[in-house]
């Protein structure tokens, strides 16, 4: 059974930083990519960082663009999302997320983890 599981929210001031981990397990063969998503009170849930696990080539949304940053360890097989410069706006729920390959949309998704960034 494939299990996401998060860790590294909490709450941080405008301008701290915070690094989210990912750790799959329960599948012994790659994804095709890996996800960071995040869903604010009362917003649609929106991509922030993705990887094509293979080749490492990275998506960032618009917003996050020189302030995030999306790694994968293989050997553990993490993702990790690196938040800088964080800002109010930043603030959600989190989510890591896998796509399978020959898959249209991400299948897996972990549970989620709270990042606050206060004022």
């Known amino acids: 059974q494939v299990q996401l599981v998060e860790s590294g929210g909490g709450l941080v001031q405008a301008g701290g930083s915070l690094r989210l981990s990912c750790a799959a397990s329960?599948?012994?063969?790659?994804?095709?990519?890996m996800g960071w998503f995040r869903q604010a009170p009362g917003k649609e849930r929106e991509v922030v960082a993705s990887?094509?696990?293979?080749?490492?080539?990275?998506y960032y949304e618009d917003s996050v663009k020189g302030r995030f940053t999306i790694s994968r360890d293989s050997a553990k097989n993490t993702v990790s999302l690196q938040m800088n410069s964080l800002k109010p706006e930043d603030t959600a729920v989190y989510y890591c997320?896998?796509?399978?390959?020959?898959?249209?949309?991400?299948?897996?998704w972990g549970q989620g983890t709270q990042v606050t960034v206060s004022r």
């Open positions: 990887i094509i696990w293979s080749v490492g080539s990275t």
């Open positions: 329960g599948r012994t063969f790659g994804w095709y990519a």
């Open positions: 997320a896998a796509k399978s390959f020959y898959q249209n949309d991400y299948d897996y």
